[in-house]
């Protein structure tokens, strides 16, 4: 799609209330694939006088407009918008409007508003989709009724669906059908959905918590039937969840997932008919891991907590956006926690339970740190809730999705479990059915719990991430220990020209302090009186850009264990000596912080090694971080997803962000050096990991399954980057026998990555094994398109050898993302190779995917995004690569907005 209109910005300040209220809407869908009749038959009253009626449309053709059944003459959309003049112009005055128009589902290669996937129809109407479908208020605050009629030839369509109930379906003449769907709730037009086509599904019923029957259906194409049991089953469970963490139930009687293969993003939370990724649906052992099933529980949780959580109680405007996002992610967070602790509970006990939580969290927040921290600092930082945009579909981020769960988490972590859910009753009883803002859930959290949250409300206005530079003092005559914080954050993105003082976050800081034995010493803050049941671990308010906290009673000086299970999204910068690290990382009783303790100590040492490897000397491996990683591979007391954990070190996009000028070819020797090491130092403990945690029996993908597998398979990794014989001939036996693609997957990625005489067999194997699944396919081309480089052969040529490939094509994003991204944001030393090329490659994607798809090019178009932090020479290309799409004549908004920023 080509655009040349001008960059117009959205201000959050501009915000007005909707001039009209839509009663309720009748849409009739004749669906074509080249042309597909809409009539849209709205009952509107005027709620304010003075305005005219705007609706919104895109690529429509206008064929009929009626006022209270009285032909309009003459109308004309005026680029993206329809002014109606003949309604009235008394408030609360109602009228009912009619307009026909016809769209080209067909030749929608955008994959927003109606589109085709191998020849079904769906929809994609969030953020502003539904106003390719029909005029109208196309805008989350006005919520109504919607009565929706499909029809569809019979025989090529025989599956017709959209949100709420089915009340009516019939035959009708010249071999059509016709279905009609009501949905009682009130929704936003980016809610609504239907699907039509020949697709299949599995079906339960449940009891909900209230003793009502609920339909849950999980419709696919006829040949994945066999694949859905683990999506059912995980909404089973979703459905269980809210009921019981939360007391929210499902409303309606009927509750539908459709899997297509052509999806823009993971899944969509249209009201009662949620529309996903096939990839986080379809799932079977043979084809997906483990790491799929658990994306799957999560985002299918995601998409059903968002009934509540988006659907119910909606955004006034999409500046709110992480109102239901960052709230749901936590939602969804916690859920697989939860589920992760009660699978180790059942295999173990309460401490295995803390332990998968853990792990759980340690996940999240890898993610937060590689992803919402440098997105954070670069050219698109913006606020948790930003204050304008060019293009929405460019703030579905990191920062609103996953910087806003914390946000979320925080209000928990301060006010306590049952205060938060106090929060959420409140903010239910106050705003079901309405259209709400950040600040009214804020509101809501503050008033349940008699609290002032004002100064927490800057996490929502104020970018970037806080950096806590903390010291400590223990004074031996006094026996007090002193804790001095101060934070800072400076602006950021375009907060850097606008003048802004930054002012103190409400930061809840929680900490331990562990004595020389290892052991939580109670904690006591001067003032208070001593409790016959002191704590160990502690939430300090840390409100001031400096505070001090001195706690009583300690004897001598204690380790301080810092912002325990990550309780804000803050840099902590304090001086640990590596002898503290080691033994924070093996005493710390928040299994967070031990983690954490193995992070910085990798993070030290390989920061190190890229120091001496630009000074051209041999990387020096500390071997006290060889001599902490021993005994956790060896420490059996520890569960495997754990030390799973534990053995991932910090990836090359982190440690480049670590930097004051990143060089990703040294961060990549640095890394690889220390791999090796490690590899040939702890090969008989790994080797031992490996044997010991062979999972026999029929597949299982829970958590603690997962994590011996995960476990295993590191171990496999490490050791096949010795190039020991018995380490490959390990790697191709579990490629030959594996029983599951998580055991697969491992052997060949192994065997890829280290150029094992076996792999080009394997591939080959793999490819022919799975051509006929498209989901696997992707891991095929991705495997590869991460690979390093070997001698004369960089990556690049690979990924372009691979473009000419038969199934490969631009226009399935899954497709596109698999092979382009995957090389662009997941492998970086390849792709910031020092003669420019990968961003030439860039360059080109970005254009050619624009012209099918402006949000899928936008996404790509960010992996330059932080082009300023490089050394010159690559900072130099990056830039020309910048400019080289900046002047292209005919750019997206997506992704002129992204290109735009990053060169400002
Ligand atoms: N709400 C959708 C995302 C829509 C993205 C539009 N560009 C999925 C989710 O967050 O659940
Ligand atoms: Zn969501």
Not at 216 to 231: I, N, S
Not at 414 to 429: I, V
Request: net charge negative.
């Amino acid at each position: 799609m080509l655009r040349t209109d001008t960059a117009v910005t959205i201000y959050r300040k501009d915000y007005t209330a909707p001039a009209f209220r839509i009663d309720e809407v009748a849409l009739e869908i004749d669906l074509v694939p080249e042309r597909t009749r809409v009539v849209n038959r709205m009952r509107m009253t005027r709620t304010d006088a003075g305005k005219p009626l705007v609706l919104a449309g895109e690529g429509l053709e206008l064929a009929g407009a009626t006022v209270d059944g009285k032909a309009l003459s003459g109308l004309q959309a005026s680029g993206d918008t329809l002014t109606i003049d003949a309604v009235p112009a008394d408030v609360g005055a109602s009228f009912t409007l009619e307009l026909t128009t016809y769209c080209n589902p067909a030749a929608n290669s955008s994959l927003m508003g109606l589109y085709v996937s191998n020849g079904n129809f769906f929809t994609q109407c969030e953020a502003e989709g539904f106003r390719k479908i029909t005029y109208f208020l196309d805008r989350p605050d006005v919520m109504t009724v919607y009565t929706v009629t499909l029809r569809a030839s019979k025989a090529d369509y025989p599956v017709l669906l959209s949100n709420g109930n089915l009340v009516a379906e019939r035959d009708l003449p010249d071999g059509r059908h016709e279905a009609v769907w009501h949905d009682p709730f009130k929704k936003p037009s980016y809610l609504f959905a239907l699907v039509a086509g020949k697709l299949e599904c599995i079906e339960e019923r449940i009891q909900s918590a209230s003793g009502k029957e609920k339909l849950l259906q999980v419709w696919v194409e006829a040949q994945d039937l066999g694949k859905t049991r683990h999506a059912m089953d995980s909404l089973i469970h979703s459905i269980h969840w809210d009921e019981r963490r939360f007391g929210l139930e499902l409303d309606l009687d009927r509750f539908m997932i459709v899997a297509v293969g052509d999806f823009n993003m993971g899944a969509m939370e249209n009201k009662g008919l949620n529309i996903f990724n096939t990839k986080y649906v379809l799932a079977n052992a043979e084809t997906a891991t483990d790491v799929d099933f658990a994306n799957i529980e999560s985002v299918v949780g995601h998409e059903y907590f968002h009934n509540w959580t988006g659907n119910r109680v909606t955004c006034r405007d999409w500046f709110q956006l992480s109102l239901k996002e960052g709230l749901t992610v936590f939602r969804d967070q916690e859920f697989s926690a939860d589920m992760a602790a009660q699978a180790a509970a059942q295999a173990g006990n309460e401490a295995a339970a803390a332990s998968a939580r853990a792990v759980k969290r340690i996940e999240d927040v890898r993610v937060l740190r590689q992803a919402q921290f440098p997105e954070d600092a670069g050219p698109m930082a913006h606020p948790v809730r930003p204050d304008s945009y060019e293009e929405i579909n460019n703030f579905y981020t990191v920062t609103v999705y996953e910087k806003g769960a914390e946000v979320v988490r925080m209000y928990q972590t301060l006010l306590g479990r049952d205060g938060f859910r106090k929060g959420m009753d409140l903010y239910f009883q106050r705003h079901d059915g309405h259209a709400v803002t950040c600040d009214d859930f804020r509101a809501a959290m503050a008033d349940a719990n008699g609290r002032d949250l004002t100064q927490f409300g800057r996490w929502y206005s104020q970018a970037g991430t806080p950096v806590v530079a903390v010291e400590g003092h223990h004074d031996a005559a006094t026996h007090t220990y002193t804790l001095t914080l101060r934070q800072r954050c400076e602006p950021v993105g375009i907060e850097v020209n606008s003048g802004i003082q930054k002012q103190p976050f409400h930061i809840p800081f929680a900490i331990g302090l562990i004595d020389k034995n290892g052991r939580d010493l109670p904690l006591r803050l001067r003032g208070e009186a001593a409790s016959p049941s002191p704590v160990t671990t502690r939430v300090l308010d840390f409100t001031e850009t400096k505070q001090t906290f001195v706690f009583e009673d300690v004897a001598e000086a204690p380790l301080p264990s810092l912002l325990r299970n990550f309780s804000a999204p803050v840099i902590v910068e304090y001086g640990y000596t590596t002898e503290q690290l080691t033994f924070q990382l093996a005493h710390d009783s928040d299994p967070f912080n031990r983690w954490e303790a193995g992070q910085r100590l990798a993070t030290d040492t390989l920061l190190r090694m890229v120091t001496d490897i630009q000074h051209g000397h041999a990387p020096a491996v500390d071997p006290a971080l060889v001599e902490a990683l021993r005994a956790v591979v060896a420490d059996t007391s520890l569960d495997p997803a754990f030390r799973e954990q534990m053995l991932i070190l910090p990836a090359e996009s982190y440690l480049a962000e670590r930097m004051d000028v990143a060089d990703p070819a040294a961060i990549h020797t640095a890394r690889r050096t220390l791999r090796r090491t490690l590899a040939e130092k702890l090969n008989a403990e790994l080797l031992r990991a490996y044997h010991y945690n062979q999972t026999e029996g029929p597949y299982s993908p829970d958590a603690v399954s997962a994590g011996k597998r995960a476990l295993k398979n590191i171990a496999l990794g490490y050791l096949v980057e010795t190039e020991a014989s018995e380490a490959l001939a390990l790697a191709e036996q579990q490629y030959a026998g594996a029983t599951n693609m998580t055991d697969r997957m491992g052997a060949l990625s192994a065997m890829v990555n280290s150029y094992a005489p076996g792999r080009e067999a394997a591939l080959a194997d793999f490819y022919t094994r799975f051509a006929d699944d498209a989901l696997v396919i992707d891991k095929w081309f991705s495997l590869q398109a991460m690979q390093p480089g070997a001698a004369g052969k960089p990556t690049l040529a690979t990924v372009r050898a691979l473009m000419a490939h038969p199934a490969f094509t631009l226009r399935n994003p899954n497709r596109a993302r698999s092979l382009i991204f995957s090389f662009c944001s997941g492998n970086p030393a390849q792709f910031h190779a020092a003669d420019g090329s990968g961003y030439a490659f860039w360059a080109e994607q970005v254009l050619a995917l624009d012209a099918i798809n402006p949000q899928v090019s936008a996404r790509l178009a960010r992996a330059l995004d932080r082009w300023r932090k490089y050394v010159p020479t690559l900072r130099d290309a990056m830039q020309d690569a910048l400019k080289r799409v900046a002047a292209h004549p005919s750019l997206s908004r997506d992704v002129r907005e992204i290109v735009g920023k990053a060169l400002a």
